[in-house]
């Protein structure tokens, strides 16, 4: 089942919202309590800003080889999840995020590196200090996911 564009587009949001940001969940009990992500009900800000931001980066970048790659996989991504509405029928589109969050990390690495070369002298460095600092956020983030889901295991499926 194929949702209107409208609804594709909601859910495209909270997709690039959940590549870099913790899903929201919540915790259904039809028969056996699960854990499940709810239905887009809106345009998830975040997801907006970070697209934005990955176009911004790709036309910073728009010369760079491994610019142009991932966005054009960005671009097929709005084609599949957009154009064509694959997975959005059953709100499972965060199930292809490991295909396309490369792609953003990728333009934003791309625009960061670009960025320090023009700064200079000591450029390398607060590239590479930036992305570890990228990585760690993340981390942490995704930390505090996983905790939320180990707690719903504990509370429903202790054993």
Not at 48 to 73: K, N, P, S
Not at 126 to 136: K, R, S
Request: hydrophobic letters at 55%.
């Amino acid at each position: 089942m194929r949702l209107p564009l409208a609804g594709c587009v909601l859910q495209y949001t909270h997709f690039v919202a959940n590549l870099f940001l913790p899903a929201p969940a919540e915790v259904t009990a039809d028969g056996a309590y699960r854990y499940q992500l709810p239905a887009a009900d809106g345009v998830r800000a975040e997801g907006v800003a970070l697209f934005v931001l990955a176009i911004v980066c790709f036309f910073a970048c728009l010369r760079e080889r491994g610019a142009q790659i991932c966005g054009y996989w960005i671009l097929f991504s709005l084609v599949l999840f957009l154009g064509i509405g694959y997975g959005t029928g059953e709100n499972g589109v965060i199930l292809y995020s490991h295909y396309f969050a490369w792609a953003f990390i990728g333009l934003y690495l791309c625009a960061l590196r670009k960025l320090c070369r023009v700064a200079g002298r000591g450029g390398e460095r607060a590239f590479v200090l930036v992305g570890w600092l990228f990585v760690a956020a993340l981390a942490v983030s995704m930390a505090f996911a996983m905790r939320g889901i180990v707690e719903f295991g504990l509370q429903y499926y202790a054993v």
